[in-house]
């Protein structure tokens, strides 16, 4: 493969020129990027000028996915975890990303703290507390059709929340994001989508085929993005109305996206230091700080004990969540289940990529163990602390929350409400809502500029502004397109355009095991050494 890769590369010096187009000094690649382009405005357009027809042109495409494809999306987290085993614990583990004397370029606690940030951050925010309570009310109904309010509600509710923010979502980010980094660190081919499939594509990689990949990962990301950007949007909008007293609307919401989509562009304008790296530390310490803050104003020894109960209890239960044959709650399992899963293959181009870039020097098996593992060690102490305070009120008749739930958006608020400093903690809650959106835009613009740029890491500014721009038009096109529905609209968005990138992925699978094979005479040599 090494002789292989130093011959594409060659070609990709030879061809790769030739499709980058310059206008007005950006260094386009084409037509990778106007088709995208094209697409998105296209979309936002149509869905700002025809919002009925656009919402109901989503929900039929979400519901034939999902009655035709929910198997296949059920499926997918399951086969791409169990390759990242067999990887692990392979020979191929001891590969190092970057060569055998890579070093890593980030310490490992930015680095975490930047997996964090770009991976998760808005989603622990907005459905911390409400997707446990919601579970354990019957809020859009519970899992595996369970009794609500139950002791075994509780406990399924905690589950099924750590079952949709665990391992799933980080094995399908990690296959990503490995494929990324070894195709381009290790055969030094561009740090693109595409690149992934040379051992399947060859030559053609660098033709149409590859340009179909790579703009099936830039649409798939543009909608994952901008369903999280609408969701952190609206929760933002509602923490402010919360506070303020006020019913934010959709015109509310969409400036809100407008002036955190400008926040955006400053951080991409600053650079990957000075904008995402930065931002990612300072939210990685207020996450904690509220993190902290509620274990100890909240239920403190439900919490604590907590956290074991929880963990065993995700094991226990992940069987009957998994399967998809004959489920007894088949509404529940669309509506939650298999959108995670849809919304985690079309965040996956986008967080591979970014932990790609962040990744070389660490070993394939180090990478993996802290990708897989890091991620899901605090998933399980946040949505413990987050959704056993939120149901411990419900239970108990304290604040708002002893009712249930009416909206998503204002549960964490509704919370903080009830413990003590609710004022300040939720203005933090709120800032940290908006710094976790801007660097989800910024690094979702350094993303999809370096795909749509033919995997030049070292672009234009001036072509991650205009994705970063594209990411809040898309997001304010699904909500004003949603109105009431916004949430419905966002979810049938991500679905629909995860669909043909979930091919993709399992694909890549295949073609990056073909690619690595090619390392087990080098790993043999060095043990017999």
């Not at 929880?310 to 007894?328: G, H």
Request: proline content about 4%; glycine content about 10%.
């Amino acid at each position: 493969m090494t002789e292989t890769a130093s011959s594409s590369n060659d070609v990709r010096e030879q061809t790769g020129a030739q499709k980058n187009v310059e206008v007005f000094g950006l260094q386009l690649h084409n037509p990778v990027f106007f088709l995208a382009a094209a697409m998105v405005l296209l979309f936002a357009g149509l869905t700002l000028v025809a919002p009925n027809t656009s919402s109901a042109m989503l929900g039929s495409m979400r519901s034939h996915t999902l009655q035709s494809f929910d198997w296949l999306f059920a499926a997918t987290p399951v086969i791409v975890f169990a390759f990242c085993m067999a990887l692990a614990i392979s020979p191929l583990g001891r590969v190092r990303l970057g060569g055998a004397s890579a070093e890593p370029d980030y310490k490992t606690r930015s680095w975490i703290a930047m997996l964090f940030a770009a991976g998760v951050g808005i989603g622990f925010m907005f459905w911390g507390a409400a997707e446990p309570l919601g579970y354990h009310t019957d809020w859009f109904g519970t899992p595996l059709n369970v009794e609500p309010r139950t002791p075994e509600a509780e406990r399924l509710a905690l589950s099924a929340t750590l079952f949709h923010w665990g391992i799933a979502p980080w094995a399908i980010y990690a296959v990503v994001g490995l494929a990324l980094g070894y195709f381009a660190h290790n055969k030094g081919l561009p740090l693109s989508f595409r690149s992934s499939f040379y051992p399947l594509l060859g030559e053609r990689t660098w033709g149409w085929a590859g340009h179909l990949i790579d703009l099936f990962a830039v649409v798939s990301t543009v909608f994952g993005l901008a369903t999280t950007i609408g969701l952190g949007g609206t929760q933002a909008a509602s923490g402010l109305g919360y506070l303020l007293g006020f019913e934010p609307n959709v015109w509310i919401q969409m400036g809100l996206i407008a002036a955190i989509t400008g926040l955006a562009v400053i951080s991409v304008l600053r650079g990957m230091d000075g904008g995402v790296k930065l931002l990612s530390n300072v939210n990685m310490v207020g996450a904690f700080a509220l993190l902290v803050f509620v274990i100890i104003a909240g239920p403190t020894a439900l919490i604590i004990t907590g956290f074991g109960e929880n963990f065993v209890a995700y094991l226990l239960d992940t069987p009957a969540l998994t399967n998809w044959i004959d489920r007894p709650d088949l509404a529940w399992f669309h509506d939650w289940t298999i959108f995670y899963w849809a919304w985690w293959v079309s965040w996956s181009p986008f967080v591979g990529m970014f932990i790609a870039r962040i990744s070389r020097g660490r070993t394939v098996r180090e990478y993996l163990s802290v990708v897989l593992l890091a991620p899901f060690a605090i998933c399980v102490v946040w949505f413990t602390a987050f959704g056993e305070t939120a149901i411990y009120q419900h239970n108990n008749g304290i604040g708002e929350l002893s009712d249930g739930i009416v909206n998503s958006s204002t549960v964490l608020f509704q919370m903080l409400a009830a413990l003590p400093l609710n004022e300040l903690t939720s203005v933090v809650a709120i800032g940290l809502l908006v710094i976790f959106i801007v660097t989800s835009a910024d690094s979702g613009a350094l993303v999809v500029d370096t795909i749509t740029s033919g995997g030049q890491t070292e672009s234009p500014v001036a072509q991650r502004v205009f994705w970063a721009c594209m990411f809040g038009l898309t997001a304010s096109a699904l909500l004003y397109g949603g109105g009431t529905s916004a949430l419905e609209s966002l979810q049938a968005g991500t679905i629909a355009a995860a669909l043909p990138f979930t091919i993709v992925l399992l694909i890549c699978c295949l073609s990056l095991f073909l690619g690595m094979r090619d390392e087990m005479p080098a790993l043999r040599e060095r043990s017999r050494g």
